[in-house]
């Protein structure tokens, strides 16, 4: 069955620096989305992209996040100076056409210390 | 702001005995509702699923109730598994939003032997 990959599982990260956060969607699908959970918290809404642009995205997702879909099959999402309240585990998830069960990834932890 | 809110931060059942994870939400604009299942160190799962002109969904041991009226929704699992012990997320959405999904802040079922 096609599934949602992330890459890396854990990254671990100086404050300042640029992360970059890969997964890989299911294939015939067309929206994508990244959310991502604090922990103890509930899992939050980033950004959503179809058509190769941003259709929405959150208070959170200021100018320091950034998504692209270079190629294909690829969804990248970067920090471009993490924080330490960046720390968090980051999902993507994808959505097929005409309809509304989202599919999730299994994450990336990102710490930043 | 919480759109979606599970008040019941954890749930101890028997085995095969009916498991009742509640769901209340605010914003009369979701169309949709969904419920997804999430182990330690994974992503969440999609587990079932209702659209808002329906007011209950069956898949095998899981439904789900809707009443749009008193903006309710709960996930019945009978009988109840020690496989079900997972966090249990509802999230609601909305196709002119994207379909981006609002989740509650999950309810530990822990279903005991």
């Known amino acids: 069955e096609p599934e949602v990959t992330q890459t890396p599982s854990h990254q671990v990260t100086q404050m300042g620096q640029e992360v970059i956060l890969r997964c890989v969607p299911i294939?015939?699908?067309?929206?994508f989305y990244w959310y991502r959970q604090i922990l103890g918290q509930k899992v939050e809404f980033l950004v959503s992209?179809?058509?190769?642009?941003?259709?929405?995205k959150s208070e959170i997702f200021d100018d320091q996040f950034s998504v692209e879909r270079p190629d294909g099959s690829n969804f990248t999402l970067k920090i471009r100076s993490t924080k330490l309240e960046d720390s968090a585990m980051y999902f993507c998830?994808?959505?097929?056409?005409?309809?509304?069960?989202?599919?999730f990834g299994p994450g990336t932890r990102l710490t930043v210390t | 702001d919480q759109q979606v809110k599970q008040n019941s931060p954890s749930l101890s059942v028997q085995e095969g005995r009916i498991s009742i994870l509640n769901c209340d939400y605010t914003?009369?604009?979701?169309?949709?509702f969904l419920w997804y299942k999430k182990y330690p160190a994974e992503g969440p799962t999609f587990l079932i699923s209702?659209?808002?002109?329906?007011d209950k969904n069956e898949d095998g041991r899981f439904t789900v109730f809707l009443n749009k009226s008193a903006k309710h929704l709960s996930l019945h699992i009978v009988p109840s598994q020690p496989g079900d012990s997972a966090v249990y997320f509802c999230?609601?959405?909305?196709?002119?939003?994207?379909?981006?999904?609002?989740f509650g802040k999950g309810t530990l079922l822990t279903v005991n032997p």
């Open positions: 998830a994808s959505l097929r056409d005409r309809a509304y069960e989202q599919y």
């Open positions: 294939s015939n699908h067309l929206y």
């Open positions: 992209f179809y058509n190769n642009e941003i259709s929405e």
């Open positions: 914003n009369s604009m979701f169309d949709y």
């Open positions: 209702i659209s808002s002109i329906k």
């Open positions: 999230a609601a959405s909305n196709s002119g939003s994207n379909y981006k999904l609002t």
